[in-house]
């Protein structure tokens, strides 16, 4: 997707249902998932970024980025960048957490 088209793709997707659409809180909560994305992210050297409260985009320590459209297509994308499977759910499995 090119980045006009994630700008103008708007932010309306499941996981915004039920924030206010007062600006400010739709931000935090934006600013929230990309903190909390990140600290799963880290581990395989991926960094999210919001872009404009519109869509996400996503970077490789070797400067790939790709625009995703919501917070749903993270994770899909990341695998792409990453060539493997990523269960974010069993991360830490190893540290018994």
């Given at each position: ?6 700008l ?5 997707h ?39 409260g519109?869509?996400f ?16 297509e ?13 269960d ?10």
């Amino acid at each position: 997707m090119c980045g006009m088209c994630g700008l103008l793709g708007g932010g309306t997707h499941w996981s915004n249902v039920g924030v206010p659409d007062d600006g400010a809180t739709r931000r935090q909560r934006r600013l929230l998932q990309v903190a909390l994305a990140n600290r799963i992210l880290e581990s395989f050297r991926l960094r999210l970024d919001d872009f404009h409260g519109q869509s996400f985009v996503l970077s490789s320590p070797t400067g790939a980025t790709e625009v995703v459209a919501n917070f749903t297509e993270v994770w899909k994308t990341a695998e792409k960048m990453l060539g493997k499977p990523l269960d974010p759910l069993t991360l830490f499995e190893d540290e018994g957490r």
